[in-house]
Structures are given as C-alpha cells and as structure tokens.
Nanobody, 124 residues
Framework: QVKLVESGGGLVQAGGSLRLSCAAS????????MGWFRQAPGKEREFVAA????????YYADSVKGRFTISRDNAKNTVYLQMNSLKPEDTAVYYC?????????????????WGQGTLVTVSS
C-alpha cells in the first residue's frame, strides 16, 4: 500500500510559479512510475506529466510542455511538479499518481494509487 499526499497548491497570478510536492509513504516508492493529473471544474481529469522510476525519462502533455517540469527524489519518497508561466487555464485540482513500472501516461490505465489532490488557482 502506498499513500500519496500532495502539497504546495494555492493562489497565484498569471505568469507566476508554484511547486507541487507529493510525499509517498509505504515501501517500494522507487519501483513506481509517478505522475500528475489535473481536473478543472466541469472537466474530466487529464494527464499532466509522468516520470519513470529512475527519473531518467519524463513525459508531458502538450499543454504544459516547456512550462512544467516533473522530478523525483527517491531518497525522500517525493515527486515534484514545478509549474512556471502559469495561465488561468491551469486552474485545477492537481492529483499525484503512482503507476505500474513502465506507465508513462497519458492514460490513467496502470495507475494504482492516487493522492487526494491539491487546488491550484491562477488568477488573470
């Protein structure tokens, strides 16, 4: 069993930055691919980014490529999402996810654990 707890959400102006963190408890964190999804009001949950177990491979949705960076620290059982040049359309609840080895998005098939989410609001 892995428990995921996100933090770092909040209110930021357009053009600003935020860094989300996801702390994992439980064993074998480093064996999971990790990722971030988001869900805006009235919309379906969508893939944002994924990172392989080693951190050597990363994958992004086109909408965030070049602005967001996913990283992980296996010694700290933590995955991060650095979000720069934020836009109002980035407003959403952001969810951390742990996937089976080899998962890289954009589908949620292969995700085995979800966090509870953290709200990011970008004002114009």
């Amino acid at each position: 069993q892995v428990k995921l707890v996100e933090s770092g959400g909040g209110l930021v102006q357009a053009g600003g930055s935020l860094r989300l963190s996801c702390a994992a408890s439980g064993r074998s964190f480093s064996s999971y691919s990790m990722g971030w999804f988001r869900q805006a009001p009235g919309k379906e949950r969508e893939f944002v980014a994924a990172i392989s177990w080693s951190g050597g491979n990363t994958y992004y949705a086109d909408s965030v490529k070049g602005r967001f960076t996913i990283s992980r620290d296996n010694a700290k059982n933590t995955v991060y999402l650095q979000m720069n040049s934020l836009k109002p359309e980035d407003t959403a609840v952001y969810y951390c996810a742990a996937g089976l080895a080899g998962w890289r998005g954009p589908s949620s098939v292969g995700i085995v654990y979800w966090g509870q989410g953290t709200l990011v609001t970008v004002s114009s």
